[in-house]
């Protein structure tokens, strides 16, 4: 019998986050996906540390992988240290897969990561987004828009 589903995709502990992702495109669909992680990787992550500022993922052979996420060595581990920015494979449904992969040959959109993140039951999880790149032109209209969110809040706060 199947696992009831109950709390999907409950972040937990967020470990890192990429903020400019939402500047640099428009994200059309997210997914979550789990990572392929060594052990050394796993307790890296539980620390806290980890970058996925300059991560993107493609589709190869017919598995996504997370390229140039930046995971350091972890302190304490020894010559079974893992390598800080080496390709780590994305764990997904071969219909999600085929999905985002047409998704990204026909349309030319891309695989950007959003965040990596601990769910309820310990397991690293990749928020995984299809995103269309915005031009100069969007992204100072994305700067007004959160420029008047602010300033209205700011006179909303004032009046009381």
Known sequence: MARPKGNVGVKVKMVAE???AKFEYFIEDV?????ALAG???KALRDGQGSIA?????VKDGQIWLVNANIPEFSHGNRFNHEPKRPRKLLLHEREINKMGGAVARAGMTLVPLSIYFNDRGRAKVELALGRGKNLHDKRETMKERDWKRDAARIMRERG
């Open 18 to 20: 990429n903020r400019r």
């Open 31 to 35: 997914v979550e996906a789990g990572i």
């Open 40 to 42: 050394t990787e796993v």
């Open 54 to 58: 300059e991560a993107y993922a493609e």
